[in-house]
C-alpha cells in the first residue's frame, strides 16, 4: 500500500497559480488510479479531479474545468494538481488519494489511501 504526502499549498492571490505535488512512496504507485478532493471550511469533501494509472485518462469537476489540470510521473512516484486562475471559492484543504480500481472514479469512497492534506487559500 502506498503512503501519500502533498505539498505545493500556500496564499495566493486571486488569478494567481499554485502546482501542487503528492509523494507517493510503495512500489505500487503506477498502479493505482489517483485523484484530488478538496474540503473548505464547513463544507463536504468534493471531487476535483482524477487520473488513471496509466495517465492515459483525466477528467475534472466542472467547477475546475478549464483552469486546473492533474497530471502524473509514475518514474517519479508523483501526482501533479496545477491550477490556474484561482479563485477565493478555490479555497480549501487540497488532499490527494489513491485507488486500486480498473476504473476511476470521482467518489472519495471509492479511494483506498489519502494524504494529509494541503491548505490553499486565494485572497481576492
Known amino acids: 500500500q502506498v503512503q501519500l504526502v502533498e505539498s505545493g499549498g500556500g496564499l495566493v492571490q486571486a488569478g494567481g497559480s499554485l502546482r501542487l505535488s503528492c509523494a507517493a512512496s510503495g512500489r505500487t504507485f503506477s498502479r493505482y488510479n489517483m485523484g484530488w478532493f478538496r474540503q473548505a471550511p464547513g463544507k463536504e469533501r468534493e471531487f476535483v479531479a482524477a487520473i488513471s494509472w496509466s495517465g492515459g485518462s483525466t477528467y475534472s469537476a466542472d467547477s475546475v474545468k478549464g483552469r486546473f489540470t492533474i497530471s502524473r510521473d509514475n518514474a517519479k512516484n508523483t501526482v501533479y494538481l496545477q491550477m490556474n486562475s484561482l479563485k477565493p471559492e478555490d479555497t480549501a484543504v487540497y488532499y490527494c488519494?489513491?485507488?486500486?480500481?480498473?476504473?476511476?472514479?470521482?467518489?472519495?469512497?471509492?479511494?483506498?489511501?489519502w494524504g494529509q492534506g494541503t491548505q490553499v487559500t486565494v485572497s481576492s
Open positions: 488519494a489513491a485507488q486500486w480500481s480498473t476504473k476511476s472514479t470521482p467518489f472519495y469512497s471509492d479511494y483506498d489511501v
